[in-house]
């Protein structure tokens, strides 16, 4: 294999990156949006599941591929299964990260927004209709969400530009601890308001009646969605790791955070939205309408505010980089295009998708495909569908086609770390996972009523 690889520099840097792409929106604005739509408790506890079931063997056969192969996503499996189909799971990635791209910076640019308005405009007084109007006034315009998002995908640019270590692993081991103490500043401000019992009891006391179908594809989803797999962005970061990097270890520490780190995104939401008496099934505002009106009603609202978006910000930083850079070493590697040009074509096919995006929550609102806006249409594709379909295949694939002995020595760097239950994974990688996600996918597609037969 190709030795001459950039590499992260450092055992931290390594797991600061890896943490930063799974964290993100997707713990602060997803987990708690479809947690409040989904049943509460009820999610959480299948959504722990299909993380343990799904999320950590994915993982670990991602950075395995990635590590192995030391190649891009659709490169690594040129490299492990040359002149075969299989690298249909890196197209599948490489089109999944513009797709998620697309969707992402806005939100991300919406972030940007505001910061600026909660730093200069006072909360006080302002009523849950006037949060509502003006998020539907901001979100349909054309200028300031545009504008936001490009402002965005260009410190994004910024930061892939300058390279794997000086760039990616340099700003994640930057924003990484400012996040988490953020994070806790704000959980603990929620989880100390009286009537926080209520909230906590929402996310964790489960109703068994609640869980179907829709949940379980819901909470399959948004497992992949917030370990960021099934798409190579894992591959592309385990191709930057060293030969010393415990690949499993590795693996076990990301997912335990990027789950913590939901669970407080719920602590901070949840107790917050109880104790003002608001509904929790809000839906995709529920961070943008609801929050911002919680705390306006909080002594030094205006604080609170510009910290809970820096929060946002941030988490989101770490996380869109990783998509810029799974198609930028794409490009850079299968087209030898140098890394500076690479990344400029990235920004201008993300920006593109980017827009139409922001737009769809004004003037493109009509232009509806099934029902669903373009902003909305990305968001169910990838997570949905494309995510598990490519996390389906990558088990598939390491289950089936990857030769044991070579699986073994790689997680085990050669022997010199334990495996203890390498037949356990091998057996869920090869049989479980594929076999679970593939039911969940013929269940929604109405072929096959397992889940609703048995609960
Ligand atoms: N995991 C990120 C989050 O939770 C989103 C993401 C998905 C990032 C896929 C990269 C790739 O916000």
Redesign the pocket.
């Given at each position: 294999m190709n030795q001459q690889r950039t590499t992260f520099g450092s055992q931290l840097g390594i797991l600061l990156a890896s943490v930063g792409?799974?964290?993100?929106?997707?713990?602060i604005w997803?987990f708690p949006y479809m947690l409040g739509t989904n049943g509460g408790a009820a999610f959480l506890l299948v959504y722990v599941i299909c993380i343990l079931m799904l999320g950590v063997p994915v993982l670990i056969s991602e950075f395995f591929i990635g590590r192995y192969a030391k190649r891009n996503t659709v490169g690594a499996f040129a490299v492990m299964a040359p002149g075969t189909k299989w690298s249909i799971i890196g197209y599948n990635g490489v089109l999944a990260?513009f797709f998620?791209a697309g969707f992402?910076y806005v939100l991300s640019g919406w972030t940007l927004d505001y910061i600026f308005t909660s730093a200069t405009t006072s909360l006080e007084g302002k009523t849950a209709a006037d949060f509502s109007n003006e998020f539907e006034a901001f979100s349909s315009g054309i200028f300031r969400p545009v504008i936001c998002t490009l402002l965005f995908i260009g410190i994004s640019h910024y930061i892939v530009v300058s390279g794997v270590k000086n760039g990616i692993e340099r700003a994640s081991k930057i924003l990484m601890p400012i996040f988490f103490l953020i994070l806790i500043v704000m959980c603990i401000r929620s989880a100390t308001l009286s009537g926080a019992g209520e909230g906590f009891r929402f996310l964790f006391q489960p109703d068994f009646s609640k869980i179907n179908s829709s949940i379980v594809l819901s909470a399959t989803g948004q497992a992949f969605?917030?370990?960021?797999l099934g798409?190579g962005?894992m591959i592309t970061y385990g191709s930057y790791f060293g030969a010393k990097t415990n690949l499993q270890k590795t693996s076990i520490h990301v997912t335990l955070i990027d789950t913590f780190v939901s669970i407080l995104g719920g602590i901070l939401v949840f107790p917050a939205v109880f104790h003002f008496g608001i509904e929790p099934t809000a839906g995709v505002e529920l961070v943008f309408i609801t929050l911002p009106n919680i705390l306006a009603q909080l002594p030094f609202s205006n604080v609170w505010a510009v910290t809970f978006f820096i929060l946002l910000a941030v988490?989101a930083i770490t996380?869109t980089i990783?998509?810029h850079e799974v198609a930028t070493a794409y490009l850079h590697e299968e087209f030898k295009i140098s890394r500076k040009l690479s990344t400029f074509y990235v920004t201008i096919g993300v920006s593109v998708f980017s827009v139409l995006a922001a737009l769809s929550f004004g003037i493109l609102k009509e232009a509806t495909i099934f029902g669903l806006t373009f902003f909305e249409l990305l968001d169910y594709l990838t997570a949905k569908v494309m995510l598990p379909f490519g996390g389906m295949l990558i088990c598939i694939f390491v289950g089936n086609r990857v030769d044991r002995k070579i699986l073994k020595a790689e997680l085990t760097n050669k022997g010199s770390v334990p495996f203890y239950f390498f037949n356990t994974y091998c057996f869920v990688t090869k049989y479980v996972a594929p076999i679970a996600i593939g039911a969940v996918f013929l269940n929604e597609l109405g072929l096959f009523k397992l889940f609703n037969f048995l609960f």
């Amino acid at each position: 294999m190709n030795q001459q690889r950039t590499t992260f520099g450092s055992q931290l840097g390594i797991l600061l990156a890896s943490v930063g792409c799974a964290v993100g929106l997707g713990n602060i604005w997803r987990f708690p949006y479809m947690l409040g739509t989904n049943g509460g408790a009820a999610f959480l506890l299948v959504y722990v599941i299909c993380i343990l079931m799904l999320g950590v063997p994915v993982l670990i056969s991602e950075f395995f591929i990635g590590r192995y192969a030391k190649r891009n996503t659709v490169g690594a499996f040129a490299v492990m299964a040359p002149g075969t189909k299989w690298s249909i799971i890196g197209y599948n990635g490489v089109l999944a990260a513009f797709f998620i791209a697309g969707f992402y910076y806005v939100l991300s640019g919406w972030t940007l927004d505001y910061i600026f308005t909660s730093a200069t405009t006072s909360l006080e007084g302002k009523t849950a209709a006037d949060f509502s109007n003006e998020f539907e006034a901001f979100s349909s315009g054309i200028f300031r969400p545009v504008i936001c998002t490009l402002l965005f995908i260009g410190i994004s640019h910024y930061i892939v530009v300058s390279g794997v270590k000086n760039g990616i692993e340099r700003a994640s081991k930057i924003l990484m601890p400012i996040f988490f103490l953020i994070l806790i500043v704000m959980c603990i401000r929620s989880a100390t308001l009286s009537g926080a019992g209520e909230g906590f009891r929402f996310l964790f006391q489960p109703d068994f009646s609640k869980i179907n179908s829709s949940i379980v594809l819901s909470a399959t989803g948004q497992a992949f969605f917030s370990l960021s797999l099934g798409m190579g962005c894992m591959i592309t970061y385990g191709s930057y790791f060293g030969a010393k990097t415990n690949l499993q270890k590795t693996s076990i520490h990301v997912t335990l955070i990027d789950t913590f780190v939901s669970i407080l995104g719920g602590i901070l939401v949840f107790p917050a939205v109880f104790h003002f008496g608001i509904e929790p099934t809000a839906g995709v505002e529920l961070v943008f309408i609801t929050l911002p009106n919680i705390l306006a009603q909080l002594p030094f609202s205006n604080v609170w505010a510009v910290t809970f978006f820096i929060l946002l910000a941030v988490a989101a930083i770490t996380s869109t980089i990783a998509l810029h850079e799974v198609a930028t070493a794409y490009l850079h590697e299968e087209f030898k295009i140098s890394r500076k040009l690479s990344t400029f074509y990235v920004t201008i096919g993300v920006s593109v998708f980017s827009v139409l995006a922001a737009l769809s929550f004004g003037i493109l609102k009509e232009a509806t495909i099934f029902g669903l806006t373009f902003f909305e249409l990305l968001d169910y594709l990838t997570a949905k569908v494309m995510l598990p379909f490519g996390g389906m295949l990558i088990c598939i694939f390491v289950g089936n086609r990857v030769d044991r002995k070579i699986l073994k020595a790689e997680l085990t760097n050669k022997g010199s770390v334990p495996f203890y239950f390498f037949n356990t994974y091998c057996f869920v990688t090869k049989y479980v996972a594929p076999i679970a996600i593939g039911a969940v996918f013929l269940n929604e597609l109405g072929l096959f009523k397992l889940f609703n037969f048995l609960f």
